[in-house]
């Protein structure tokens, strides 16, 4: 477990569920160690940005990527207003499987997209902004999703679609 993780166990309201048609996942966003990132999604899932966009990207044993508005990769804005730059921390880092990661084309390219990692990813460490991990749905719906037929592009060749986000509280906009 990352260091910057609270040891004792996270109240509910850093948790969200990712809906999908192959069941659910159950995150833990970090929001006090990447408020920035954080703000980011939690604010796109209470809009419902994400629902109904499809992971657009697959790899086994590797990871799936998904928050792209058009479903093809290429798009996807944070509430920002285009790009924001990444918040890298060295103590929370692509170790494990079901690691939540802002995807991004370099530095300061963070948008909308993120992917959950299969397994460890330790070449991502200081080049993706970790923001969340899944805390359910790691050997169920993760397993499901990985299972699903790619093209060469890595594409899903079945759609794995976000139908909606749970989110039981939003502790940054509460702080305010």
């Known amino acids: 477990m990352p260091n910057d993780v609270p040891k004792k166990r996270v109240d509910v309201d850093n948790h969200r569920q990712l809906h999908t048609n192959r069941g659910d996942l159950k995150l833990e966003i970090f929001c006090e160690s990447v408020p920035k ?11 419902d940005y994400y629902k109904g966009t499809t992971f657009h990207r697959n790899i086994a044993g590797f990871m799936i990527q998904g928050g792209d508005p058009t479903s093809k990769g290429k798009g996807g804005e944070s ?49 993706n902004s970790v923001f969340g991990r899944v805390i359910g749905g790691v050997d169920t719906t993760l397993d499901a999703m990985e299972t699903i ?15 909606k986000v749970t989110i039981h509280a939003n502790p940054l906009a509460d702080a305010r």
């Open 37 to 47: 990132t954080a703000e980011n999604f939690l604010a796109l899932c209470a809009s």
């Open 149 to 163: 037929e790619v093209d060469k592009k890595y594409r899903p060749k079945e759609p794995i679609t976000i139908e």
């Open 79 to 127: 509430i920002y207003g285009g790009n924001f730059e990444d918040e890298i921390k060295p103590t929370l880092r692509h170790n494990a499987r079901g690691i939540v990661s802002m995807a991004n084309r370099g530095p300061g390219t963070n948008g909308s997209q993120f992917f959950v990692t299969y397994g460890a990813a330790p070449h991502l460490d200081g080049k």
